[in-house]
């Protein structure tokens, strides 16, 4: 069953910026507070890759391409995680996905980036 939806996505020219936000409507609270959420994007024919991570304690971890432009956080009482994106490039167009880390359920539909250059 998939517990998460993602929204924010949209088309921005290269340089701009979008926030993006993942409700995870169908996770009990009990699970989503403590789950380390994270971020994902998938280019079509390429595969999903790892973006960005924050934990129950909000410690964050981020991917190289992303590092310095990309923001994750979370609001628990909206079981909600953001993803805040700076400085958009071509390179970062995709569909962008939020899932639990370490125990992932069902791939929502994502939320697609499209950055023109």
């Known amino acids: 069953q998939v517990q998460v939806v993602e929204s924010g996505g949209g088309f921005v020219q290269a340089g701009g910026s979008l926030t993006l936000s993942c409700r995870a409507s169908r996770m009990i609270t009990s699970v989503f507070n403590p789950a380390t959420m994270g971020w994902y994007r998938q280019v079509p024919g390429n595969q999903r890759e790892f973006i960005a991570s924050?934990?129950?304690?909000?410690?964050?971890n981020y991917a190289d391409p992303v590092k310095g432009r990309f923001t994750i956080s979370r609001d628990n009482s909206r079981k909600t995680v953001y993803l805040q994106m700076n400085s958009l490039k071509p390179e970062d167009t995709a569909v962008y996905y939020c899932?639990?880390?370490?125990?992932?359920?069902?791939w929502g539909k994502g939320t697609l980036v499209n950055v023109s250059g």
């Open positions: 899932n639990n880390v370490v125990t992932p359920g069902s």
């Open positions: 924050i934990s129950s304690s909000r410690v964050t």
